[in-house]
C-alpha cells in the first residue's frame, strides 16, 4: 500500500514552460486536491476533486489545470510556467472527512 | 465561508513546558477539524481528529464550538516536537490555516 505518490520530487522549469505534476493514490479515495505551500501562507488549495470526472477550483487556480479521468490519478498542469508558481506543490486524497487528508511527499518547483 | 486562522507564526518553548497551539474557525455548518503536523522537509501527517477525541504522542485537542477554537494542547512539551502545526477545516473541501511553527529549546 503506497498510499500517496508524487513525482517528481523536484523540478526546475523556465517561464514559459508548461509540465505535469503527477499524483496517484492506490487507497480508493473519492477526494483528491492539490496544494501549494509557501513560507508564511500555509497551504493554499489549488483544485479538488470529489470522484472521477468532478474537479472544481479551489483558493488558487489560475495558471493550473487539472482532471480526474479515474479514481487513482490527479494530475496538475502548468500551462506556462512563472517565477510565481515556484513552490512546494503536496497532494492530498481523503475517503471521507471523518479520516482526514493523507498527503504526498510534495514536489519542489523552482520556475527561473 | 470556511476560514482557519492561527494567530501565532511562531512559538517557542522549553522542553517540559506545556504548550498551546490555538487555532480558530469560521464555517456555517458542522464543522470537522483535524490538526497535521510537518517535521522538517517530510510530507504533512494527520496528528489527530476532532471527532475521536484521541491523545496522540501526548497532544490533545477540544473542540469549543461556542469560541470557535480548537487549539491543541500538551502538558510537557519534548525536543522532537519542533516541527510546523498546521489546523485545518473540512467542509466542502479542506482548508488550512497559515501554520504555526513549534521550536522546543533544550
Known amino acids: 500500500n503506497a498510499g500517496v505518490t508524487q513525482t517528481p520530487k523536484f523540478q526546475v522549469l523556465k517561464t514559459g514552460q508548461s509540465m505535469t505534476l503527477q499524483c496517484a493514490q492506490d487507497?480508493?479515495?473519492?477526494?483528491m486536491s492539490w496544494y501549494r505551500q509557501d513560507p508564511g501562507m500555509g497551504l493554499r488549495l489549488i483544485h479538488y476533486?470529489?470522484?472521477?470526472?468532478?474537479?472544481d477550483q479551489g483558493e488558487v487556480p489560475n495558471g493550473y489545470n487539472v482532471s480526474r479521468s479515474t479514481t487513482e490519478d490527479f494530475p496538475l498542469r502548468l500551462l506556462s510556467a512563472a517565477p510565481s508558481q515556484t513552490s512546494v506543490y503536496f497532494c492530498?486524497?481523503?475517503?471521507?472527512?471523518?479520516?482526514?487528508?493523507?498527503f504526498g511527499q510534495g514536489t519542489r518547483l523552482t520556475v527561473v | 465561508a470556511q476560514r482557519v486562522t492561527q494567530p501565532e507564526k511562531l512559538l517557542s518553548v522549553f522542553k517540559g513546558a506545556p504548550v498551546e497551539l490555538k487555532c480558530n474557525y469560521s464555517?456555517?455548518?458542522?464543522?470537522?477539524l483535524f490538526w497535521y503536523v510537518q517535521y522538517s522537509r517530510q510530507r504533512l501527517q494527520l496528528l489527530l481528529r476532532?471527532?475521536s477525541r484521541e491523545s496522540i504522542k501526548g497532544f490533545t485537542a477540544d473542540l469549543n464550538k461556542g469560541e470557535t477554537s480548537f487549539h491543541l494542547k500538551k502538558p510537557f512539551a519534548q525536543e522532537e516536537d519542533s516541527a510546523m502545526y498546521y489546523c485545518?477545516?473540512?467542509?466542502?473541501?479542506?482548508?488550512f490555516g497559515p501554520g504555526t511553527r513549534l521550536s522546543v529549546l533544550p
Open positions: 492530498a486524497s481523503s475517503y471521507s472527512g471523518l479520516i482526514g487528508a493523507f
Open positions: 487507497m480508493n479515495h473519492e477526494y
Open positions: 476533486s470529489v470522484g472521477a470526472g468532478i474537479t
Open positions: 464555517y456555517s455548518g458542522s464543522p470537522e
Open positions: 476532532h471527532i
Open positions: 485545518a477545516l473540512r467542509g466542502q473541501n479542506f482548508v
